[in-house]
């Protein structure tokens, strides 16, 4: 992989994980669907503009994706994409004071290697 298809990959990934972030706090903010509220909190999403903006993150993500694997292996982009995971997490513990527990960790960084594994080139 290139220093230029990384940079793509590092782009679909961050805009990816932004999304992630603007839905979260659109779906704090919206509250907890259920039964009785399902069709009022399903109208609110279309309001709602951190949803809006997460999803927007994540059309943008999925459109530098698509430019990626113009240039790599879905072999090597897939995989690649799970990093998406790892920052995930990353901005749950920062941002949100979520916990993360000792195998959530060790997954974290099998994924981490398992990607430097696929990238890999000599």
Known sequence: MSWQEFFLLLLSVS???I???????GAVKLGRVDVQNAVKQTLAIMTTPELLM???????????YILLLTRVNLSVAGPSASLVYVFSVLLG???FKESIPF??????????CGVILVVWQK
């Open 15 to 17: 805009a990816s994980v």
């Open 19 to 25: 999304g992630q972030l603007f839905l979260k706090i």
């Open 54 to 64: 997460g999803l927007a993150c994540y059309g943008i993500g999925a459109i530098i």
């Open 93 to 95: 513990y920062f941002i």
């Open 103 to 112: 195998t959530r960790l060790m997954g974290l960084s099998l994924i981490v």
